[in-house]
């Protein structure tokens, strides 16, 4: 054997010697693994092919004080099949009659879904899409179906759920109801998610490929949240609602907002907000009347009227001499749209003169601005409110030791240089209806749990006395006899007594390219001689009008009306018998509602079975609300021009 070959033969045996090696090498891995380390790769083999993945719990469901639903979760079933599981003898016997109840159920002909399940159980497929976005009862239907009623062991049915979070009742909540989610944390369902939100569940999936899995067991149920009852009364948030749309599209104002509070517990009874879309119409974009903080203009006159009566530097009936209705002050005029000479502060408030109460005011706080300063803060006029939900305004009132100058005070009385939210001047103005007791705007009643109240929420006073007991009640005169003899003359009704002062505010007054552009308010408190219901009405850059009195004061006076004179009635028990003894002998004589298709008005149901009073109001194209079974008792609207999108809210008797 010559060199060459030896070196072939020896290189042969090299590459042979390091293969068998190799193998060597493999081999006691692989033993290494089956004896030693089996476990190890046992469990690595199932967390790649099973997961722990989170159920969703339901959020708990937010209603209004009287019961209605206003936000809820509903439960959307997408379902898939496992065809593998199927056994053969239970496929074969039972497809065709699964085929004709799926055809039946989805409106396709039967051998639609018998060609595409035989074609998935051909290719053994385990996560075929069968159905999604089924409701609870589509789904309690559909399980029900051959195959499919022997569950996800035998019959291979995959029932995969999905949440999805609703508002129930149209043109209120967007905001104020806000969301918990990816866009943020805004109103009730941001401040209350600790309570509603609920605790996970768990559950094990398998992989199916690379990029499907699905549910085996559920290790842990969910438990859903807690429901969330809010102070809203519905029946006079529809009222407010329906109010202030009217005066938006009749003014064609930006947007606007109208809040209502209970006196006594500063409980919000109504909180609409709208603004106009590109569209033309108004939707609930914003929450205004917690969030924008502007220049009040004349209600804020109000405020400094109160500081001077709790002074004691003033009576109603004080002089002020007005002139022509221009009053230069430190190179800066003061100005009234007429001069009415000397006049009582009773008519300075009436009247609304910017040269009266800047007069006065100067007159008694010029030389030591902080006693008057110290006045408002004593009634949280900068401070913000601590209304439950989040996103309130910061309210601006200049301090002496910053950004003060000498005409500062004479503005300021009046409503210029200072910054309060809708909600802020109402607080303020329902302490003045509550004998000087400034409460806490409340959103939030109660937390409950199945039932169970979990906590409830008590009104908080933030000021038990606002002012002497001979101060308040002057006030609550002098606003009142504004309402009688002043701007706002033109609500003035002898059936009720209302009270409450104007307010027009010039906006952006700084800006010479825009034109004049306003906000209009109307703030008081019904009835005058035991308040009740405090309201403010606010509409942002309306082109229709613009004084407080033409634009926001006749939305007071509708809210007003509505909400007092339409209250529901307290009825003694013998009256509550007359009553249900006629209803019954009507309903005897009379078995059909007789309503005309063609009317424009709402029609009265009080008396009728829900099953006949309810497609009557939804055929008109009403949106209907109901609590209760039976016949109905109690009616939200009645008599008034029916509106697309207008919701009637019915009260049960049983």
């Known amino acids: 054997m010559n060199k060459e070959n030896k070196d072939i033969l020896a290189r042969t045996y090299l590459v042979a010697a390091m293969v068998l090696l190799f193998a060597v090498l493999v081999f006691a ?21 099973f997961r722990n993945e989170e159920i969703q719990a339901a959020r708990g469901n937010i209603y209004a004080s009287d019961g209605i639903l206003l936000a809820t ?24 009659s699964l085929c004709d109840s799926l055809g039946k159920m989805f409106g ?14 051909i290719k053994d497929n385990q996560y075929l899409k069968l159905a999604t976005g089924l409701d609870y009862e589509q789904f309690t239907r559909l399980k029900k179906f051959p195959i499919l009623n022997k569950g996800q062991n035998k019959g291979g049915f995959i029932v995969e759920r999905r949440l999805e979070r609703i ?3 149209s043109g209120f909540g967007n905001r104020t109801l806000g969301f918990d989610d990816e866009r943020g944390k805004t109103g009730l369902e941001g401040a209350f998610t600790s309570y509603l939100k609920g605790t996970n569940g768990k559950e094990i999936q398998q992989r199916i490929n690379q990029k499907e899995w699905k549910p085996i067991n559920i290790e842990m149920e969910p438990i859903d949240g807690n429901d969330v009852y809010t102070t809203i009364d519905m029946r006079i948030q529809d009222i407010a609602y329906s109010a202030l749309q009217n005066q938006l599209e009749k003014s064609e104002a930006d947007h606007g907002c109208a809040v209502v509070m209970d006196v006594k517990t500063g409980k919000i009874v109504a909180l609409t907000n709208l603004q106009r879309t590109k569209s033309g119409e108004y ?12 220049e009040p203009g004349s209600t804020f006159k109000t405020i400094s009227m109160l500081a001077l009566l709790d002074d004691g530097y003033v009576e ?3 002089t002020v001499d007005i002139g022509e209705g221009a009053w230069k002050y430190k190179n800066q005029v003061v100005r009234d749209d007429h001069g009415q000479g000397t006049i009582t502060l009773s008519q300075v408030l009436s009247q609304s003169s910017n040269v009266g109460i800047a007069k006065t005011v100067v007159k008694y706080y010029s030389k030591n601005p902080k006693d008057f300063l110290a006045k408002i803060n004593n009634w949280h006029i900068g401070l913000k409110t601590g209304i439950d939900i989040p996103g309130e305004g910061a309210p601006y009132i200049p301090q002496y030791d910053q950004k003060w100058s000498s005409v500062t005070l004479p503005w300021m009385s009046f409503g210029y240089g200072v910054k309060l939210t809708p909600l802020q001047i109402l607080t303020f103005y329902n302490g003045v209806a509550n004998g000087g ?11 409950e749990n199945k039932g169970i109240i979990i906590k409830k929420f008590s009104p908080i006073v933030l000021e038990e006395h606002m002012a002497s007991s001979k101060a308040i009640e002057d006030l609550k005169q002098m606003l009142a006899y504004a309402v009688e003899k002043g701007t706002s003359r033109s609500i003035y009704t002898p059936n009720l007594s209302m009270a409450g002062k104007t307010g027009t505010a010039q906006l952006e007054y700084w800006s010479k390219g825009k034109g004049r552009l306003y906000q209009a308010s109307f703030c008081g408190f019904f009835p005058v001689e035991n308040p009740e219901y405090s309201c403010i009405v606010v509409i942002n850059k309306p082109k229709n009008g613009f ?12 809210i007003a009306g509505k909400v007092y004179l339409k209250k529901p009635l307290n009825l003694p028990k013998e009256d509550e018998t007359k009553i249900s003894k006629n209803i019954k002998q009507f309903l005897t004589q009379n078995q059909k509602i007789q309503v005309n298709p063609k009317t424009k008005n709402v029609p009265n149901v009080v008396g009728y079975y829900a099953k006949d009073a309810i497609p009557v109001l939804e055929n008109l194209g009403l949106k209907v609300v109901y609590k209760g079974n039976g016949k109905v008792v109690q009616q939200s609207i009645t008599g008034i021009p029916i509106k697309k999108g207008m919701t009637v809210y019915l009260k049960l008797s049983v």
Do not use: C, H
């Open 73 to 96: 979760t509903i439960t959307k079933y997408d379902i898939r099949l496992d065809m593998k599981t199927i056994r053969k003898k239970l496929y074969d016997e039972n497809i065709s």
């Open 316 to 318: 109603p009936n004080t």
């Open 547 to 558: 004084y407080g009195s033409q634009v926001a004061s006749p939305v007071f006076k509708e």
């Open 29 to 49: 891995r692989l033993i290494f693994i089956q004896t030693v380390d089996s476990e190890k790769y046992r469990n690595l083999a199932q967390t790649t092919n």
């Open 283 to 294: 939707d609930d974009l914003r929450n205004f009347a917690v969030w924008e903080a502007s």
């Open 108 to 121: 396709k002909p039967s051998f639609y879904f018998y060609k595409k399940l035989n074609e998935a159980r």
């Open 167 to 169: 508002k129930t009742i």
């Open 437 to 447: 007791k400034l409460m806490k705007p409340q959103l939030l009643d109660k937390i």
